[in-house]
């Protein structure tokens, strides 16, 4: 399958706290990026890393990409109330040159 | 900021019915996307557009679905003769210069098919 897969499902935090999402994938990827989606609207594109990249920021967010493992994670820092959403990793296979997105993890930040 | 828009918002159709969403990509990009999300599920790719024909397509892709870019800024995804199973929420995106750039999503059409 060239499914992604993020874990976890689902994560609840306090505003404040860091929040980490993980998404991995079993082919060889050109470049991976990450979105939020919140309540079933428009995707919101948040960074993107190519293979050749380990580690990219952005504002609160850090993105780390680990090709050897076929992992990459999303790195909240101080969390906020207006984070909570839906987030998303999307990998381009370099093989078929077609985007898979993960399954999603489902973040509530707690005010 | 430039973005993506895509019009209608939401589209209720009657299984057979033909219908056309349509996307106003990024004025200067060059790649465009068409993805579907049935609820609950994960987003999924449909089909890729470059230079007026498509890049790459998905096995969800099949003979029910076209897509066009009528002008130079309207990409449009027509579904034949729609299913039950058609309905999602389908997103348009785009890309500047190279495939392998940020792709841009639109707000996306939810298509309810009854």
């Known amino acids: 399958s060239q499914q992604g897969e993020e874990d976890p499902q689902a994560l609840s935090i306090q505003e404040g706290e860091n929040a980490t999402m993980n998404c991995s994938y079993k082919?060889?990827?050109?470049?991976l990026q990450w979105y939020r989606q919140n309540s079933g609207r428009g995707l919101v594109h948040l960074i993107l890393i190519r293979s050749n990249e380990r580690e990219k920021h952005s504002g609160r967010l850090r993105v780390t990409l680990d090709t050897s493992k076929k992992s990459s994670s999303l790195l909240i820092t101080a969390s906020r109330a207006a984070d909570t959403g839906s987030f998303f990793c999307a990998f381009l296979n370099s093989g078929t040159y077609k985007y898979i997105f993960g399954t999603g993890t489902r973040l509530k930040v707690l005010a | 900021e430039p973005e993506v828009t895509q019009t209608p918002s939401h589209q209720v159709t009657q299984m057979g019915q033909e219908v056309i969403l349509r996307c106003v990509p990024i004025s200067n990009h060059l790649y465009f996307y068409w993805y579907r999300q049935i609820l609950g599920q994960k987003v999924e790719f449909l089909v890729s557009?470059?230079?007026?024909?498509?890049?790459?397509k998905s096995e969800i892709f099949d003979d029910q679905f076209s897509v066009e870019r009528p002008d130079g800024s309207n990409f449009t995804l027509k579904i034949r003769s729609t299913k039950l199973e058609d309905s999602a929420m389908y997103f348009c995106?785009?890309?500047?210069?190279?495939?392998?750039?940020?792709?841009?999503f639109g707000p996306g059409t939810r298509l309810t098919v009854l």
């Open positions: 995106a785009s890309s500047d210069r190279l495939y392998t750039d940020t792709q841009y």
């Open positions: 557009f470059y230079n007026n024909e498509i890049s790459e």
């Open positions: 082919t060889s990827i050109n470049n």
